[in-house]
């Protein structure tokens, strides 16, 4: 990192930080007490810092990664500082674990974006930093910066494990992996997804050495026509069948197969993968959550995604290639129409914003499912289009993981979006500087609302004398 690099990202990273001190102690004004899934995460962690690690709260569905890494962080402070009384483990004081973790991610989210794009040297220093204050500041994950929740921290230890699986250090990368799981089981997808990494890496050297044999002009293997890519399944099997391949497979990844190992017992022991309350969270396939997250990637991405350059090549594409578009529309519809789930927390708590989303567009007609189908394709498309960068076996591996995060989940739900959307966002080429800054302006437009609407714009059930927020 050059000095005026190393003097910008010091800046960006305290400027942000102090911005999210100024909103932590607005939130903490107005919400002093536990807010929405805090009234259990709060009182479990101010068990452990009582010392009864054997009370659980039966409601709580993810294992306590959070409340150790609390409890470890808070008591040594209040030593040091000599804090006693209420103050010790208090709802402010669990909060601003999470606003460390925020500021961990944004450290993170620089040295992956230097990693990942260290061999472009168009890239200027001031992109990566731009590039780094605009993810730290996506909205779904900053707005759970300000509330006890698990992901932030989540987040800080599946991004640290991904940064320590591109260095090489698998067995740091799988042990953080394990920290992920503790903060959130669906994690050790992500450690699934640092094994691939290296998979995808050696099958592309082998794939680039098999074009040579065959003295192919196509020194990469980036997709081609239908042919190409069954030739390429094919070449997948025929080297994953290999013995000797598979040893030298598992001698580079068996950090993360012992973690996987060690997940599946207890999945086997804990029968199933959700601790606590297992009611409402059944597992399914729900596949139209994959529209879902592209649509949301879309939304959340347009200044790279939505544009007229991309329309027309789109539009071309669909010239080109009708009958493939026709199947994957017949696909599509039949997915909607057979795995469509409407989770009883979507339908009945109208804080969220999925709450609002469903009822005024999907609730609309029920043909409305149906007709978003030309949107999910060409979402599908073009968030295909922008990792054509990526070798064929990253994108099939990130795919394979993205299912796995994704259609197994009855609720819609932002927050279970955000690492598939953080990692494909990392992998993709650095845009134009003018689309950086567009993409940084619509995040602190829709963080200004989300904030505005959380603070003052608060209600009350006629039922309740709680003050009710809006929120993520």
Same mark, same amino acid.
């Given at each position: 990192?050059?000095?005026?690099?190393?003097?910008?990202?010091?800046?960006?990273?305290?400027?942000?930080?102090?911005?999210?001190?100024?909103?932590?102690?607005?939130?903490?004004?107005?919400?002093?007490?536990?807010?929405?899934?805090?009234?259990?995460?709060?009182?479990?962690?101010?068990?452990?810092?009582?010392?009864?690690?054997?009370?659980?709260?039966?409601?709580?569905?993810?294992?306590?990664?959070?409340?150790?890494?609390?409890?470890?962080?808070?008591?040594?402070?209040?030593?040091?500082?000599?804090?006693?009384?209420?103050?010790?483990?208090?709802?402010?004081?669990?909060?601003?674990?999470?606003?460390?973790?925020?500021?961990?991610?944004?450290?993170?989210?620089?040295?992956?974006?230097?990693?990942?794009?260290?061999?472009?040297?168009?890239?200027?220093?001031?992109?990566?930093?731009?590039?780094?204050?605009?993810? +730290?500041?996506?909205?779904?994950?900053?707005? #759970?910066? @300000? *509330?006890?929740? &698990?992901?932030?921290? %989540?987040?800080?230890?599946? =991004?640290?494990?991904?940064?320590?699986?591109?260095?090489?250090?698998?067995?740091?990368?799988?042990?953080?992996?394990?920290?992920?799981?503790?903060?959130?089981?669906?994690?050790?997808?992500?450690?699934?997804?640092?094994?691939?990494?290296?998979?995808?890496?050696?099958?592309?050297?082998?794939?680039?050495?098999?074009?040579?044999?065959?003295?192919?002009?196509?020194?990469?293997?980036?997709?081609?026509?239908?042919?190409?890519?069954?030739?390429?399944?094919?070449?997948?099997?025929?080297?994953?069948?290999?013995?000797?391949?598979?040893?030298?497979?598992?001698?580079?990844?068996?950090?993360?197969?012992?973690?996987?190992?060690?997940?599946?017992?207890?999945?086997?022991?804990?029968?199933?993968?959700?601790?606590?309350?297992?009611?409402?969270?059944? +597992?399914?396939?729900?596949?139209?959550?994959? #529209?879902? @997250? *592209?649509?949301? &990637?879309?939304?959340? %991405?347009?200044?790279?995604? =939505?544009?007229?350059?991309?329309?027309?090549?789109?539009?071309?594409?669909?010239?080109?290639?009708?009958?493939?578009?026709?199947?994957?529309?017949?696909?599509?519809?039949?997915?909607?129409?057979?795995?469509?789930?409407?989770?009883?927390?979507?339908?009945?708590?109208?804080?969220?914003?999925?709450?609002?989303?469903?009822?005024?567009?999907?609730?609309?007609?029920?043909?409305?499912?149906?007709?978003?189908?030309?949107?999910?394709?060409?979402?599908?498309?073009?968030?295909?289009?922008?990792?054509?960068?990526?070798?064929?076996?990253?994108?099939?591996?990130?795919?394979?993981?993205?299912?796995?995060?994704?259609?197994?989940?009855?609720?819609?739900?932002?927050?279970?979006?955000?690492?598939?959307?953080?990692?494909?966002?990392?992998?993709?080429?650095?845009?134009?500087?003018?689309?950086?800054?567009?993409?940084?302006?619509?995040?602190?437009?829709?963080?200004?609302?989300?904030?505005? =609407?959380?603070?003052?714009?608060?209600?009350?059930?006629?039922?309740?004398?709680?003050?009710?927020?809006?929120?993520?």
């Amino acid at each position: 990192m050059e000095r005026s690099e190393a003097h910008g990202f010091a800046a960006a990273m305290s400027g942000a930080f102090l911005l999210s001190c100024l909103l932590f102690a607005a939130i903490n004004r107005h919400q002093r007490g536990p807010y929405m899934d805090e009234a259990f995460h709060v009182p479990q962690a101010q068990a452990y810092c009582h010392g009864r690690f054997l009370q659980w709260d039966p409601m709580i569905t993810t294992l306590p990664g959070l409340y150790l890494v609390s409890v470890g962080a808070v008591k040594p402070a209040a030593w040091l500082f000599g804090w006693t009384g209420s103050v010790v483990c208090s709802a402010g004081m669990l909060r601003f674990i999470n606003l460390l973790f925020s500021a961990g991610n944004f450290y993170l989210l620089y040295l992956l974006l230097f990693k990942i794009h260290q061999k472009n040297k168009a890239v200027s220093g001031f992109q990566r930093i731009l590039s780094t204050l605009t993810l +730290a500041m996506f909205p779904t994950l900053y707005f #759970f910066t @300000f *509330l006890y929740y &698990t992901d932030p921290g %989540s987040v800080f230890f599946t =991004l640290f494990a991904y940064l320590m699986c591109l260095y090489g250090n698998h067995k740091t990368s799988a042990l953080l992996g394990f920290c992920g799981f503790m903060f959130r089981q669906t994690n050790i997808v992500w450690t699934v997804f640092c094994a691939g990494n290296v998979v995808a890496e050696k099958l592309n050297e082998a794939w680039k050495t098999e074009l040579q044999k065959k003295k192919d002009e196509k020194i990469s293997s980036r997709k081609g026509s239908f042919s190409d890519l069954i030739r390429i399944l094919q070449f997948l099997i025929e080297y994953l069948i290999t013995p000797k391949n598979l040893v030298i497979l598992t001698a580079l990844t068996w950090p993360y197969i012992i973690l996987v190992t060690v997940f599946f017992v207890f999945v086997f022991i804990n029968g199933g993968i959700v601790v606590g309350d297992r009611s409402s969270h059944e +597992a399914c396939l729900h596949f139209p959550q994959l #529209f879902y @997250f *592209l649509s949301f &990637t879309v939304f959340f %991405s347009f200044p790279h995604l =939505l544009t007229p350059t991309k329309i027309r090549k789109f539009l071309l594409s669909l010239r080109k290639h009708p009958v493939q578009y026709s199947l994957i529309a017949v696909i599509s519809l039949f997915l909607i129409w057979k795995f469509t789930y409407v989770h009883k927390y979507l339908l009945a708590d109208n804080r969220h914003y999925t709450f609002y989303v469903w009822r005024k567009v999907f609730q609309r007609h029920d043909l409305v499912k149906y007709v978003l189908v030309p949107v999910y394709i060409f979402a599908g498309w073009s968030f295909a289009d922008t990792l054509k960068s990526k070798s064929i076996f990253w994108i099939l591996m990130y795919f394979v993981c993205l299912l796995a995060v994704t259609v197994p989940q009855k609720l819609l739900e932002f927050r279970y979006f955000i690492l598939p959307f953080l990692i494909y966002r990392l992998n993709i080429p650095f845009p134009s500087l003018y689309r950086q800054l567009l993409e940084l302006a619509f995040y602190i437009v829709v963080n200004a609302v989300t904030f505005y =609407l959380f603070l003052n714009r608060t209600f009350q059930w006629p039922n309740s004398d709680e003050i009710q927020r809006f929120m993520w």
